[in-house]
Nanobody
Framework: VQLQASGGGLVQAGGSLRLSCAVSGRTFSSSAMGWFRQAPGKERDFVAVVSWSDGITYYADSAKGRFTISRDKAKNTVYLQMNSLKPEDTSVYYC??????????????????WGQGTQVTVSS
């Protein structure tokens, strides 16, 4: 399976970006798709997750009310719409695929495949 993330860039505080993650391969076995982010010198943090089958979503507190995760099953693509961006949102954003069920969907180690990351930089 391959995950190709795109859509990052440089934006001013208060602006918006939409990240995309195109998935090829064994999408039929996907349980959920998540977005994580990692700033230099920090751990990879959970941002949002969407259930592949029914579209149920869950967000980190930092993302609630500003970010929206969605999936297009026909296109095998997951999106992360990010609004009201803040300088502290600056990170490399990664999409990830999870095949197992259960409740550990905020844990990076519970995901099986990862995209290459896309840089998001928010200037003040």
């Amino acid at each position: 399976v391959q995950l190709q993330a795109s859509g990052g860039g440089l934006v001013q505080a208060g602006g918006s970006l939409r990240l995309s993650c195109a998935v090829s391969g064994r999408t039929f076995s996907s349980s959920a798709m998540g977005w994580f982010r990692q700033a230099p010198g920090k751990e990879r943090d959970f941002v949002a997750v969407v259930s592949w089958s029914d579209g149920i979503t869950y967000y980190a507190d930092s993302a609630k009310g500003r970010f929206t995760i969605s999936r297009d099953k026909a296109k095998n693509t997951v999106y992360l719409q990010m609004n009201s961006l803040k300088p502290e949102d600056t990170s490399v954003y990664y999409c990830a695929l999870r095949t197992r069920g259960g409740s550990a969907y905020t844990k990076a180690q519970s995901y099986d495949d990862w995209g290459q990351g896309t840089q998001v930089t928010v200037s003040s």
